[in-house]
């Protein structure tokens, strides 16, 4: 049986993961390490949490060998938006984590998943159907920690071993807790004002494809990857998974099937629309579904039904 850290366990992505890892492996054997608030609800209820500055690697040290970790889901960054702001915080978050979490994995031999993403490509990068392997320049500082984080997993694995793991999460939508700073994020709030009957104004201009993932699909990623046989990965870090691709007009005529009168305007925000220029319109996730069966469950219709059933269930969204 697995015995569990995630580091960031309060994020978009860790809220859910610690839900969905403590399903399956048990509550005391998953650890939620986190840094700072908002927490969801029942989060300091729900098993082992710890606060953890991932910069600091005595802190992580120090769980893993408490709680004899032996795989680290390691989610600390700054998304793509918030990260041109804040570069070093975001490259010693981004990477600094990353290092600490690797050298601590290769002392107590635990597995280290680190998820890189679609912002990993640039504006040179083939943009439809991209490569598992292609070129890999982006002018990102987001990017630039991802395609890092991936350089410095695939090095611990090749030099001393240590089990590291990666997907390339496009954008992730998700009904539990609210991402933040990410160029993506518009097709998280858009649900969210549709709902409460509000207009919704759109920061990326219509023709703005991006690969999308409903959140079940990205956490099913996330455990399968881990769980799967090493002896059939040809790669590591980090693997192209997609689910969907969409723009803004799509994803608004998927949600007015359900609200007919719902509105949505467009106020371009240049930083995300730089950044989502830069990024592949779709991504080829051939090599995943060869090497270890990654297949998404959720399209856009399926996900908008879900969302919108979700969210009208919850008290004051
Ligand atoms: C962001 N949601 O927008 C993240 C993600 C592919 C997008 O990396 O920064």
């Not at 492996?25 to 986190?34: L, S």
């Not at 408490?66 to 975001?90: F, G, M, V, W």
């Not at 990857?225 to 803004?248: G, W, Y």
Request: net charge negative; hydrophobic share 35%; glycine share 6%.
């Amino acid at each position: 049986m697995k015995n569990i850290l995630i580091i960031g366990s309060s994020g978009q992505i860790g809220s859910e993961l610690s839900i969905k890892l403590r399903s399956i492996y048990g509550e005391a054997n998953v650890v939620c390490g986190y840094y700072k608030p908002p927490f969801p609800d029942g989060f300091f209820e729900a098993g082992p949490t710890v606060e953890i500055d991932a910069t600091d690697i005595s802190q992580i040290a120090k769980v893993v060998k408490k709680y004899k970790i032996d795989t680290i889901y390691n989610l600390a960054a700054i998304l793509s938006a918030t990260a041109e702001k804040y570069p070093k915080r975001s490259w010693d978050v981004g990477l600094g984590s990353l290092m600490n979490c690797l050298d601590v994995a290769r002392e107590c031999k635990c597995a280290v998943f680190t998820p890189s993403s679609i912002g990993a490509f640039g504006s040179n990068t083939p943009k439809d159907k991209t490569p598992q392997d292609t070129v890999q320049r982006p002018n990102t500082v987001y990017g630039i920690t991802k395609v890092m984080g991936e350089l410095l997993s695939d090095y611990y694995f090749t030099r001393w071993g240590v089990d590291t793991r990666s997907v390339r999460f496009p954008g992730i939508i998700s009904n539990l807790t609210h991402p933040g700073g990410g160029t993506t994020d518009y097709a998280v709030e858009i649900y969210y004002n549709a709902v409460r009957g509000e207009k919704f104004i759109c920061p990326v201009k219509a023709g703005t494809f991006m690969d999308m993932m409903y959140m079940p699909d990205a956490l099913n990623a996330a455990v399968n990857i881990m769980e799967s046989d090493p002896s059939k990965l040809v790669h590591r870090n980090s693997f192209n998974i997609a689910a969907m691709s969409f723009d803004p007009e799509m994803i608004y005529s998927a949600i007015k099937k359900h609200y007919p009168d719902f509105v949505m305007e467009y106020d371009i925000d240049p930083l995300k629309q730089a950044i989502a220029d830069s990024w592949p319109n779709s991504i080829d996730d051939t090599c995943a579904r060869e090497e270890w069966g990654w297949k998404p469950e959720y399209d856009l219709e399926k996900m908008t039904a879900n969302m919108i059933t979700v969210l009208k269930e919850r008290k004051n969204i």
